[in-house]
């Protein structure tokens, strides 16, 4: 009993950081939140997703349930509510989109993936990636 009670005790506190610092990585970013109020203005890093050689990607569907269309103006947003309304600028060049799917993964470094078709609108199919700055106009 003594040892589990000391192994329990150990692995206790060798997930007290990884909590720490999973509190301090989601404090970091409320301010996204923030910043994603109606008329505010931010900059992140955009990619885009929808590649493939068919109109519509079979059976795929996004967060909302809608059926994927890539040549449709939406994104991808880890937090923000679905049916919100973005003014994109990237390049000189400027998009309205909606959000009606999840993503990018945390890890990826980004935080909004946007259409094919409005990737294509903003020029962004080149490069692959890009600093777009983002207007929250509302929800649709």
Same mark, same amino acid.
């Given at each position: 009993?003594?040892?589990?009670?000391?192994?329990?005790?150990?692995?206790?506190?060798?997930?007290?950081?990884?909590?720490?610092? %999973?509190?301090?990585?989601?404090?970091? %970013?409320?301010?996204? %939140?923030?910043?994603?109020? @109606?008329?505010?203005?931010?900059?992140?890093?955009?990619?885009? !997703?929808?590649?493939?050689?068919?109109? !519509?990607?079979?059976?795929? %569907?996004?967060?909302?349930?809608?059926?994927?269309?890539?040549?449709?103006?939406?994104?991808?947003?880890?937090?923000?509510?679905?049916?919100?309304?973005?003014?994109?600028? !990237?390049?000189?060049?400027?998009?309205?989109?909606?959000?009606?799917?999840?993503?990018?993964?945390?890890?990826?470094?980004?935080?909004?993936?946007?259409?094919?078709?409005?990737?294509? @609108?903003?020029?962004?199919?080149?490069?692959?990636?890009? @600093?777009?700055?983002?207007?929250?106009?509302?929800?649709?």
């Amino acid at each position: 009993m003594k040892r589990t009670c000391g192994v329990l005790t150990i692995l206790g506190l060798m997930s007290a950081p990884a909590l720490a610092h %999973h509190a301090h990585h989601a404090s970091r %970013h409320s301010w996204r %939140h923030a910043e994603a109020s @109606q008329g505010k203005g931010f900059t992140v890093n955009t990619s885009f !997703y929808g590649g493939g050689p068919r109109r !519509y990607e079979p059976n795929s %569907h996004t967060a909302n349930g809608e059926i994927f269309n890539m040549w449709d103006l939406t994104a991808a947003h880890r937090t923000l509510p679905m049916g919100t309304r973005l003014r994109l600028t !990237y390049a000189g060049r400027s998009v309205v989109v909606r959000i009606n799917d999840r993503g990018p993964a945390a890890w990826t470094g980004r935080s909004l993936d946007v259409s094919r078709g409005a990737a294509v @609108q903003l020029g962004l199919i080149e490069r692959g990636t890009g @600093q777009v700055h983002v207007e929250v106009l509302g929800k649709s």
